[in-house]
């Protein structure tokens, strides 16, 4: 079983699409028997992909930042639930309890998660794979960005030494 972090948004008010292709990924997580591991958020793409992972079969560990949970904002469908006390504590538990990270389409916070745990991943604390996953286009502005920095020489290697990127759920599929 591998495990399986997904980072993403926590909004109603996106893309219909992006529900769709968000609930085939836990699907297909939820049909492999892998367990999800999510922010634990009762709100959007994060209640979506947990949702459709329970309903496939798989579990899930929700790690939740106690003001989250103060606001009664925990999802029903965590199976197992690790409170912490800071989204940088989330961040390493997310980090630590996974195997492989896949960024959904996010907003600030999401970015936060991507790059920490890229840095992480540039000075040797982990080998993780980090998947953007770009349905309909969402991760462009932040690829050519990185391509941008990759030429300015502001990263060391190449980028794609440390993001891999998907476009749709079968690409996705191949890389996990």
């Known amino acids: 079983m591998k495990k399986v972090a ?58 939740v930042p106690d003001r989250v949970e103060d606001r009664g904002a925990v999802s029903s469908y965590v199976d197992r639930l690790v409170l912490v006390k800071s989204l940088s504590e989330r961040k390493d538990v997310m980090m630590q309890e996974s195997d492989v990270i896949i960024a959904l389409p996010g907003g600030i916070g999401t970015l936060d998660e991507i790059f920490s745990v890229v840095a992480s991943a540039t000075i040797g604390y982990h080998n993780k794979r980090i998947i953007l996953y770009n349905m309909e286009g969402c991760w462009d502005s932040l690829i050519a960005l990185l391509k941008d920095l990759q030429e300015s020489h502001f990263i060391r290697g190449h980028y794609t030494d440390y993001f891999l990127v998907a476009n749709n759920l079968e690409q996705l599929k191949r890389i996990l």
């Open 6 to 63: 997904v980072f993403c948004s926590a909004n109603e008010d996106i893309r219909r699409t992006y529900f769709d292709c968000t609930a085939d990924l836990g699907a297909y997580i939820g049909q492999r028997g892998h367990e999800l591991v999510f922010g634990g958020c009762n709100m959007g793409l994060m209640e979506c992909v947990a949702r459709a992972v329970k309903e496939n079969g798989g579990t899930t560990l929700g790690v």
